[in-house]
């Protein structure tokens, strides 16, 4: 159905989209994020996957699953064996299997077939997901298929696709790595959570991915792409402690993808101001010298711990809902002020906060 020949020639594909694993390094981790979004519903899943120390024989390799459902519900799977785990290398796909009921080696399968050789596990490109998964308890399963047709990667729509953090993100200079693979696009299929089944058509759908060797001190992370004002829309705005050749250093981004117009705010053309609560408050502001955007974003739901990679392995260091509310403000700068441009709001925008704890809000 979708082989590599279309990943390679998928016109929105970006810089990184491919597994970044030299197959030498050792510590090394790689994650995945996608999240499709139910408007109508009030309903968000998000499936996350990560492989540790894929050269295996270490302490911590192999693969976990985790995946949020209706309600901030939670499910997680471990897959253990990193030999059950594939990836493209120029292009987004991979898998990982906990079960097969063949011999089959892994790879992608197509969509038909893949139930005939694998019991657990999933695959993913940037056009195809799917999969099948048990919790611990083994009492409740998730099941899922759908297309995804991108919209905006992350960049303007008819140019090139730009790296999310810069230039410098082709080499090991800061860790993470982070890649936004598609900022924003639509999901057609079905997801089936604890035996009810979700058919969506042309549902918001959103990718990154992040790998490295070490994961921020602490960070915070805002993404949305269901607003109630418009379906052309699609917010990630994130601000970190990550780890510099010689220090951590304390950054901020904002991308805006609306009406195919991007809306970039970085640290080399824009300055930052927020204000983050341990949980519960995000206010983020960015200006440049055209534009300026304002991001304020609250979650009455207490979130929920979620797993990212650390030396000890896989452990709970951050919080996160799909239920958060969220304002959006991006204003046009001109001679005489401000000029609105655009105020959005919606009710299913993923929040996180992860790290280090902090006691009191974390000021920039």
Avoid at 145 to 159: K, S
Avoid at 183 to 193: L, N, R, S, V
Avoid at 196 to 202: A, I
Wanted: charged share 15%; proline share 7%; glycine share 10%.
């Amino acid at each position: 159905m979708f082989g590599l020949s279309d990943q390679k020639l998928h016109p929105l594909q970006t810089p990184h989209s491919g597994y970044q694993w030299d197959n030498r390094r050792v510590g090394f981790f790689e994650g995945w994020y996608f999240r499709v979004t139910l408007p109508e519903a009030g309903v968000t899943f998000a499936f996350m996957y990560s492989i540790q120390d894929p050269i295996g024989g270490q302490v911590h390799s192999g693969g976990l699953a985790q995946v949020l459902g209706p309600g901030d519900g939670y499910t997680w799977r471990s897959l253990p064996n990193p030999q059950l785990f594939w990836a493209w290398s120029a292009g987004l796909g991979l898998g990982h299997w906990r079960q097969a009921l063949t011999q089959q080696v892994p790879q992608w399968l197509p969509p038909n077939q893949f139930g005939d050789h694998i019991s657990e596990g999933y695959q993913a490109t940037s056009r195809w997901h799917q999969g099948c998964l048990q919790d611990p308890t083994g009492q409740n399963t998730v099941t899922w298929q759908y297309q995804t047709e991108p919209v905006y990667g992350w960049g303007q729509p008819q140019q090139p696709q730009q790296a999310t953090a810069g230039w410098l993100s082709n080499w090991s200079i800061f860790e993470p790595g982070w890649q936004v693979l598609m900022a924003h696009g639509y999901a057609t299929g079905w997801i089936e959570w604890q035996r009810k089944r979700y058919h969506f058509t042309r549902a918001p759908a959103y990718c990154e991915k992040n790998w490295g060797r070490s994961f921020p001190q602490r960070w915070f992370w805002l993404q949305c792409n269901a607003f109630n004002q418009t379906d052309d829309l699609s917010l990630t705005a994130v601000g970190t402690d990550r780890q510099g050749p010689y220090s951590p250093s304390q950054i901020a981004l904002i991308g805006v993808h609306h009406q195919n117009q991007f809306y970039e705010f970085v640290p080399w053309n824009a300055t930052f101001t927020w204000q983050v609560d341990a949980w519960g408050d995000w206010y983020l502001r960015a200006d440049r010298f055209n534009y300026r955007v304002e991001l304020k974003a609250r979650a009455h739901r207490p979130g929920v711990p979620l797993r990212t990679p650390a030396q000890e392995g896989m452990v709970y260091r951050c919080r996160h809902t799909t239920q958060g509310q969220i304002r959006l403000n991006l204003w046009y700068r001109q001679r005489g002020g401000l000029i609105l441009l655009l105020r959005a709001t919606s009710h299913q925008a993923a929040l996180e906060v992860g790290g280090d704890p902090w006691s009191g809000p974390w000021c920039s």
